[in-house]
């Protein structure tokens, strides 16, 4: 039975735990971002390990994000959640003592990754039980933004661990959260099930491949290249095989599709159940959640990589400069319910977006060689009122939009949507940043009468692929150790400042390219808040 505390201690006691426990989840995807070579270097393997560590932890989660939604659905959303929380805490503490890769791997990518697929959708289906339909936003709006927050604090948490301490610490504390979450999910309430326990293991086989197909496709796009293979990537017919995997990746949801339907149809126990997909409401927020993300996660690969890199700040300083996200995020997230309960969902989203819009628009046009950190408050402030704005209405909408027996493959669903988007978003980006700032960086050197003819074909040889993301510092020490010229060495400073600076506003359109795209969606959200009858 729902419990109708909230606004008590007991209920805030409770959306703290799920809270916590969406921070968590949220905060393992981006605190290591900073500390990549220092893993590597005490696990006694490359960063390409590390970052492959990261890469199937993130794929994990994806190919069973649907399933353990379901599981949830099946034997009891609590139970899921507090199993997910044991997994979790496991995989941690095998992450913190891991002494080589193999135990990372074993901890970081399978343990966490199974044990936030069963924890995440979890959560969505709790809060709809635990709280009436009015308060619903609200609570959605505060454990979304805890991910979110998470995510713009991670590599703030990460710095410091990584210099003061040690990256392990990081881990060990994740299972302290993780035993405090144990203990206080105690207030928890469940919705009992009468749903006889039975998986659908054909959908579930091809609900994960096909995802974790996709994902993977588009996790090594940067390094093979979108469509055009890049030299020495692997190919079929002259195309990369990013394109086939992504490709094969959909074929496969096409079946998983085209099974569930066969499974509803014969009265069985769909993994989804297909009429979800049909329900305009559903989808228009879940459409709404891979714009999100995918702009979300496009902001917090850029900015970063603008702070600690192009102006050379340590993580703390860009953790900290990343911290007006955090607040206006969180601002909006709990206000906006709070002060506008009656206030149209669709109004709220739409302003939202517009806000994601102008944060990405003012960023890109603030770029400019002799800007500071400070240039980046005003646009993320901007950006973080965006997604506290849509973090306030997405949850309860989706979930508003079956009937609460539905919310834990809802759950599902919803985060594996959300992972597609926050994956295609960093890999956009990523890869748009890549191919400006090459080919801008290979244009300054071209056209530079500084440079000699032998010194410009021979950078057009070894950086035709892709030309990495430099400080001025790390370009200096490179040139420095292949003996180039005074004259050489400043054209390729000059050359390089340029495309950073290309390629950062060439991705952050993109960014705001798609923002303006999502608005298109926006119709499918409903003008109502959910349990309140529509006003005159």
């Given at each position: 039975m729902?419990?109708?505390?909230?606004?008590?201690?007991?209920?805030?006691?409770?959306?703290?735990?799920?809270?916590?426990?969406?921070?968590?989840?949220?905060?393992?995807?981006?605190?290591?971002?900073?500390?990549?070579?220092?893993v590597?270097?005490?696990?006694?393997t490359?960063?390409?390990?590390?970052?492959?560590?990261?890469?199937?932890?993130?794929?994990?989660?994806?190919?069973?994000?649907?399933?353990?939604?379901?599981?949830?659905?099946?034997?009891?959303?609590?139970?899921?959640?507090?199993?997910?929380?044991?997994?979790?805490?496991?995989?941690s503490?095998?992450?913190?003592?891991?002494?080589?890769?193999?135990v990372?791997?074993?901890?970081?990518?399978l343990?966490?990754?199974?044990?936030?697929?069963?924890?995440?959708?979890?959560?969505?289906?709790?809060?709809?039980?635990?709280?009436?339909?009015?308060?619903r936003?609200?609570?959605?709006?505060?454990?979304?933004?805890?991910?979110?927050?998470?995510?713009?604090?991670?590599?703030?948490?990460?710095?410091?661990?990584?210099?003061?301490?040690?990256?392990?610490?990081?881990?060990?504390?994740?299972?302290?959260?993780?035993?405090?979450i144990?203990?206080?999910?105690?207030?928890?309430?469940?919705?009992?099930?009468?749903?006889?326990?039975?998986?659908?293991?054909?959908?579930?086989?091809?609900?994960?491949?096909?995802?974790?197909?996709?994902?993977?496709?588009?996790?090594?796009?940067?390094?093979?290249?979108?469509?055009?293979?890049?030299?020495?990537?692997?190919?079929?017919?002259?195309?990369?095989?990013?394109?086939?995997?992504?490709?094969?990746?959909?074929?496969?949801?096409?079946?998983?599709?085209?099974?569930?339907?066969?499974?509803?149809?014969?009265?069985?126990?769909?993994?989804?159940?297909?009429?979800?997909?049909?329900?305009?409401?559903?989808?228009?927020?879940?459409?709404?959640?891979?714009?999100?993300?995918?702009?979300?996660?496009?902001?917090?690969?850029?900015?970063?990589?603008?702070?600690?890199?192009?102006?050379?700040?340590?993580?703390?300083?860009?953790?900290?400069?990343?911290l007006?996200?955090?607040?206006?995020?969180?601002?909006?997230?709990?206000?906006?319910?709070?002060?506008?309960?009656?206030?149209?969902p669709?109004r709220?989203?739409?302003?939202?977006?517009?806000?994601?819009?102008?944060?990405?628009?003012?960023?890109?046009?603030a770029?400019?060689?002799?800007?500071?950190?400070?240039?980046?408050?005003?646009?993320?402030?901007?950006?973080?009122?965006?997604?506290?704005?849509?973090?306030?209405?997405?949850?309860a909408?989706?979930?508003?939009?079956?009937?609460?027996?539905?919310?834990?493959?809802?759950?599902?669903?919803?985060?594996?949507?959300?992972?597609?988007?926050?994956?295609?978003?960093?890999?956009?980006?990523?890869?748009?940043?890549?191919?400006?700032?090459?080919?801008?960086?290979?244009?300054?050197?071209?056209?530079?009468?500084?440079?000699?003819?032998?010194?410009?074909?021979?950078?057009?040889?070894?950086?035709?692929?892709?030309?990495?993301?430099?400080?001025?510092?790390?370009?200096?020490?490179?040139?420095?150790?292949?003996?180039?010229?005074?004259?050489?060495?400043?054209?390729?400073?000059?050359?390089?400042?340029?495309?950073?600076?290309?390629?950062?506003?060439?991705?952050?359109?993109?960014?705001?390219?798609?923002?303006?795209?999502?608005?298109?969606?926006t119709?499918?959200?409903?003008?109502?808040?959910p349990?309140?009858?529509?006003?005159?």
């Amino acid at each position: 039975m729902r419990t109708e505390a909230a606004g008590s201690a007991s209920a805030r006691l409770v959306l703290a735990t799920l809270a916590a426990g969406q921070f968590l989840m949220a905060l393992d995807s981006s605190v290591m971002n900073v500390s990549i070579a220092t893993v590597a270097r005490d696990v006694g393997t490359t960063v390409t390990g590390v970052q492959g560590a990261i890469t199937a932890y993130t794929l994990v989660m994806a190919m069973f994000m649907i399933p353990g939604g379901k599981l949830g659905a099946l034997f009891g959303r609590k139970r899921a959640f507090l199993t997910g929380c044991v997994v979790y805490g496991a995989g941690s503490l095998t992450t913190a003592l891991a002494p080589s890769l193999p135990v990372l791997l074993l901890g970081w990518s399978l343990l966490e990754g199974i044990g936030a697929a069963l924890i995440m959708p979890a959560i969505v289906a709790l809060v709809a039980v635990n709280f009436a339909v009015e308060r619903r936003p609200a609570a959605y709006g505060l454990v979304a933004a805890a991910g979110a927050v998470a995510i713009a604090v991670g590599p703030l948490v990460g710095g410091v661990a990584t210099t003061y301490f040690s990256w392990r610490w990081v881990f060990a504390g994740e299972v302290v959260v993780v035993l405090a979450i144990l203990l206080l999910a105690r207030r928890v309430t469940d919705a009992r099930s009468t749903a006889r326990p039975r998986i659908d293991l054909v959908g579930a086989a091809l609900s994960a491949l096909g995802l974790g197909t996709f994902v993977f496709g588009v996790l090594r796009s940067s390094v093979w290249g979108w469509f055009l293979p890049k030299p020495g990537s692997p190919s079929w017919l002259g195309i990369s095989l990013t394109v086939w995997l992504m490709l094969a990746g959909l074929f496969l949801l096409w079946l998983f599709y085209a099974w569930e339907v066969r499974v509803a149809a014969r009265h069985g126990s769909p993994l989804v159940d297909p009429a979800l997909l049909h329900n305009r409401q559903l989808t228009g927020g879940l459409t709404m959640f891979f714009f999100q993300y995918l702009v979300q996660m496009g902001v917090f690969f850029l900015v970063p990589l603008y702070l600690s890199i192009a102006l050379g700040l340590s993580a703390l300083a860009t953790g900290l400069r990343i911290l007006p996200l955090s607040l206006t995020l969180l601002g909006a997230a709990v206000l906006i319910p709070r002060l506008l309960p009656d206030i149209s969902p669709r109004r709220v989203v739409r302003c939202g977006t517009l806000a994601l819009l102008a944060g990405a628009l003012a960023l890109t046009a603030a770029l400019d060689h002799d800007a500071g950190p400070e240039i980046v408050t005003l646009p993320l402030l901007l950006i973080g009122l965006g997604m506290g704005a849509l973090a306030s209405q997405l949850g309860a909408v989706t979930v508003s939009a079956v009937p609460d027996e539905k919310s834990a493959e809802v759950g599902g669903v919803q985060n594996a949507v959300t992972n597609l988007g926050a994956s295609i978003g960093t890999a956009l980006a990523g890869s748009i940043l890549i191919a400006v700032l090459t080919s801008s960086f290979l244009s300054g050197i071209e056209h530079n009468p500084a440079v000699p003819p032998e010194v410009k074909s021979k950078a057009s040889t070894s950086l035709e692929a892709a030309v990495p993301f430099l400080s001025d510092a790390q370009l200096t020490s490179a040139l420095d150790q292949s003996g180039a010229s005074p004259q050489v060495k400043q054209a390729a400073l000059d050359a390089n400042a340029t495309a950073r600076l290309d390629g950062l506003r060439a991705a952050l359109t993109i960014l705001a390219f798609a923002s303006l795209i999502a608005m298109f969606f926006t119709a499918r959200i409903p003008t109502t808040q959910p349990g309140r009858e529509k006003r005159g």
